[in-house]
């Protein structure tokens, strides 16, 4: 097995991230939309494009379920096996998606849902909110914040539920 992935979009200096918004050290799509390429002989098929949303927890998942390993219970893995669907030929698993990072006064945090995506980001005392319809606009241009309030609250509160399930170690 041969996985090709990067943890981050790229740095503004170092390389362009278009048609995504953002770059490395943010939950905009250009910073955590990445490209992943792998090769599984007699596992995958070949020069199949897959486009489910997929995090690096998932490759973990894939390449201990790849080497026959079983984590013990306690220990889990967060991602799922995803290699391992993709060569079953199965559909993606509907799941939501949650992101949170901080870095010195900013604090960013996401979640995603089908094609629905909130993110939160507070710098200092600034607090800016969005909400994107990933299908219609994958480039992050157009904030529905206001316009879809419900979808908006709703994706609040599934991260709020997460973050309460999952305390941030600093």
Known sequence: MFIFCSDNGAYPIAASNTPFRGHAS?????????????????????????????????????????????????????????????????PPVQRTLFWRARRAERTWKAVRDQDLKYVWRQDGDQLDQYLFDLSNDPGETRNLIDTRAQDAERLKQALADWEARMKANR
Request: aromatic share 4%.
């Open 26 to 90: 943010e939950l905009f799509e250009g910073g955590i939309h990445v490209a992943c390429m792998a090769r599984w002989p007699g596992k995958l098929p070949v020069n199949v494009v897959d486009s489910r949303p997929t995090l690096t927890f998932d490759l973990t998942a894939s390449i201990l379920a790849a080497a026959g390993c079983q984590p013990s219970q306690r220990r889990r893995p967060d991602g799922i096996d995803v290699l391992g669907q993709i060569a079953a030929g199965k």
